[in-house]
């Protein structure tokens, strides 16, 4: 891994709410190109740490660079975007506009943005719903529109916070497929999920726990570490380890 | 209907409001807010309007009945007389100089007494005398204020008539002739107008400005703006240059109406007036999302807009002037925008005054907006 190019490093990352601590001593090296997964129960400090790369949140203590930027990062980066965990989309605006909203605060010229439109909107199937307003839309169209608005300014690095979270399972294998096609052009995705099973499509996956990263490694490599038989059983493994 | 299930819902209710302390003193402390502004507002008369007079009487022998009149004038509470000016005061020209005091908007008015004025009642006799023989005083008026000018006028009529009957036990008319020095021929919408077209404007920016600031923060769209190059101060901007632009289509709409329904009359310039109304709106909507900040909820947010309309509606002159208003509450009168905005408004309307006689209202206003906008800022950067 040493020589490939980090798009994300953080060292000793912290974060703390109050008496809450919420990311604990974070230390992550994501490679570019891959599709690295957050994985973790709710409240485990996945949001936090994807927000505190976002420069969204201040980290209390430690430090992070994303694409070789010192986070936070004056003035964001276009290279980067975010597609947070709950709708965050203009419902009283269509499709459409929502995109093209993120497209001109990216800086996408006007000029590629018709094709680039079509392109995205086209991969999430909602080409033809363009012009419906978001909030007349269903749930799971919601959630499409939602990643088109992260894909929209070709970044290079995608940070998607439970992109998969109550969407049914025929989107989520789109999904998923979709996230392998971005990977193929290039493009790093690092997203975070609850759903254990998901880790085994990622490259790399990050475990965890109470503010923790618990086990880092390949899904090959973390059931061989564990020697269990899936994902879900190495996340306990690796939990009692630590707690011993 | 089941009682059971009825009081199972009013129970969920009340519980809501145990975890929301905000809300229940806001509950509480709102009625005291309003009963308190209400019935101070309602109780105050106008007082200390403040008034020239112009003394030129030059009596008879030892009698000198304006004397008596200023007397009174000076006792009555609802004017507060500035400075008597007289002939042996050295002025070239008195009556021009009282007059000026008004045109400059440093007094409402001016009251005048002629030469002749006592030996006009002197001379007067029920009997043989007409009206026109009477004698007369002359009020220069500033007519921006229905309410002032009625005022004014009710304590120059009650001065006349309580020397008549008190001092001098005679009944016999005295003129009172009205010269307006500015709004001659206005009446109660004249006075209004501004005051409702910058009211408009600020409760439709404020309004609509701290329900879509927390709408943007509880639905996490303003964090995923800011994940974008978008800064701060663009997204501050760009709200209050759309929200500056609503406010003047809608005072554009409620002047055309006042203007062509209601004879409405623009005595100044019309861009000055959409200048003052388009600052007060960028303002209102720059405290509307500080305001949201400070909320969790939209029900805690829609708490600050009684907050700030209240107080507005009741205290900046939009429909009782400022000197009606009690002096405990007066300095909260000079806090609100909404004071200078109809100040600025009403003075170009009404008395048909420029950029070199409002624009300390305008820099208040000016000041207020860019205060608000870049605390909004500062705000959404310690996040």
Redesign the interface.
């Known amino acids: 891994m040493e020589s490939m190019t980090m798009v994300v490093r953080t060292e000793d990352l912290r974060k703390e709410y109050g008496d809450i601590v919420a990311v604990r001593g974070l230390c992550l090296d994501i490679p570019s190109g891959c599709i690295y997964g957050l994985i973790g129960p709710n409240g485990s400090g996945k949001t936090t740490a994807i927000?505190v790369l976002?420069?969204?949140?201040r980290a209390t203590s430690g430090t992070a660079e994303v694409l070789g930027r010192k986070v936070p990062v004056k003035?964001?980066?276009?290279r980067?975007?975010?597609m947070?965990?709950?709708?965050?989309?203009?419902?009283d605006l269509t499709v459409h506009e929502n995109v093209q909203l993120?497209a001109e605060?990216?800086?996408l010229e006007p000029s590629s943005f018709e094709g680039r439109e079509k392109e995205v909107l086209e991969v999430v199937g909602l080409w033809e719903r363009r012009d419906d307003l978001v909030g007349q839309l269903s749930g799971g169209m919601q959630h499409r529109a939602s990643l088109a608005c992260a894909m929209i300014n070709r970044p290079e690095l995608m940070f998607l916070d439970e992109p998969t979270v109550g969407v049914d399972p025929e989107l989520r294998a789109g999904f998923w497929e979709h996230f392998h096609s971005l990977k193929a052009q290039g493009m790093t995705v690092v997203l975070t999920t609850h759903y254990m099973d998901e880790a085994s499509r990622c490259d790399l996956v990050g475990m965890m726990h109470r503010g923790r990263l618990i086990a880092e490694g390949t899904p090959d490599q973390l059931l061989k570490d564990s020697g269990s038989g899936n994902l879900e059983d190495a996340f306990l493994v690796f939990i009692r380890r630590c707690q011993e | 209907m089941n009682l059971r299930r009825t009081v199972a819902i009013s129970r969920k209710v009340l519980r809501s409001l145990r975890h929301d302390r905000r809300t229940v003193a806001f509950l509480v402390l709102m009625p005291i807010f309003m009963i308190a502004i209400f019935g101070y507002t309602f109780g105050g008369e106008v007082k200390d309007v403040e008034v020239y007079v112009v003394d030129l009487d030059e009596g008879v022998g030892p009698v000198d009945l304006s004397d008596l009149i200023v007397t009174h004038l000076r006792d009555d509470s609802s004017l507060r007389v500035v400075q008597v000016i007289r002939t042996s005061d050295g002025y070239a020209d008195p009556l021009a100089y009282g007059r000026e005091k008004v045109s400059e908007g440093k007094a409402w008015g001016c009251i005048a007494f002629p030469a002749n004025f006592t030996s006009d009642m002197v001379s007067f006799s029920p009997g043989n005398s007409s009206q026109a023989d009477a004698a007369t005083v002359t009020l220069y008026l500033d007519g921006s204020n229905f309410n002032i000018v009625q005022t004014v006028i009710a304590a120059v009529r009650s001065s006349i008539s309580q020397v008549l009957a008190q001092d001098l036990d005679v009944i016999q008319p005295v003129n009172v002739e009205q010269d307006m020095v500015y709004g001659e021929g206005r009446g109660f919408l004249d006075t209004f107008a501004p005051g409702v077209i910058s009211l408009a404007v600020m409760m439709v920016t404020f309004m609509i400005s701290i329900i879509s600031f927390i709408h943007e923060r509880t639905t996490g769209t303003l964090a995923r703006l800011l994940s974008t190059p978008v800064t701060e101060g663009e997204v501050v901007g760009g709200y209050a240059l759309a929200f500056g632009l609503i406010g003047l289509v809608q005072s554009g709409v409620v002047l055309a109406t006042a203007l062509l329904l209601f004879d409405v009359q623009v005595e100044g310039s019309l861009a000055l007036v959409l200048l003052t109304v388009f600052l007060l709106g960028v303002g209102m909507q720059g405290l509307g999302f500080l305001l949201s900040a400070n909320a969790r909820t939209e029900f805690q947010a829609v708490q600050f807009i009684p907050i700030i309309l209240f107080p507005s509606i009741l205290l900046s002159g939009v429909f009782w002037p400022l000197e009606s208003v009690p002096e405990v509450l007066r300095p909260i009168s000079y806090l609100l925008p909404l004071t200078y905005a109809v100040d600025g408004a009403r003075s170009v309307m009404v008395r048909g005054w420029g950029l070199q006689e409002i624009w300390p209202d305008l820099a208040v206003l000016l000041l207020f907006a860019v205060a608000m906008l870049a605390l909004s800022v500062v705000l959404m950067r310690r996040r």
């Open positions: 927000k976002m420069g969204l949140v003035g964001k980066d276009a980067v975007s975010y947070p965990q709950e709708l965050a989309l203009y419902t993120f605060l990216n800086g």
